[in-house]
């Protein structure tokens, strides 16, 4: 007895309808659910793209920036013309000085004479309060 089943495109065989189907359903959800991955692992893959294009971009930034091979801000640059007009007032202030042609306005006279004459004065008063004291000190010294 031969127990060979005979499979060809005449084949017929029953099949409850309801497990028709739950198996169209299965391969449904099954297609649905590897076509999600598919699209959520795109999506990673796209997103660490951007991601690695703007960690070399950052690198890159932060190498040449302070190089100054990117430029500059509007800010530095201005920075840089006040200290370099600053640098050329102090050259000449100082050319000034080294020559005796400093400016020498009214005011600072009149505050210079001010304090020459405080100093004189105080000095003056030193020297009789010096002059004071020595005298005492000859007077208790003969006195004993």
Do not use: C
Not at 125 to 139: I, N
């Amino acid at each position: 007895m031969s127990d060979a089943i005979d499979v060809s495109d005449r084949t017929k065989f029953a099949m409850p309808v309801r497990n028709l189907i739950s198996l169209i359903a299965s391969v449904a959800v099954g297609v649905w659910a590897y076509f999600g991955i598919i699209e959520r692992l795109n999506r990673i893959e796209t997103e660490m793209i951007l991601v690695n294009s703007d960690l070399v971009k950052n690198t890159e930034f932060r190498i040449k920036w302070p190089r100054g091979d990117l430029g500059s801000l509007p800010a530095d640059a201005e920075q840089f013309m006040l200290i370099e007009h600053l640098s050329g007032e102090f050259d000449k202030l100082l050319h000034n000085i080294e020559t005796g042609k400093a400016p020498f306005d009214q005011q600072q006279a009149l505050t210079l004479d001010f304090y020459k004459q405080r100093i004189e004065t105080l000095e003056g008063k030193v020297e009789t309060l010096k002059d004071t004291v020595a005298d005492l000190k000859a007077h208790n010294g003969n006195a004993r």
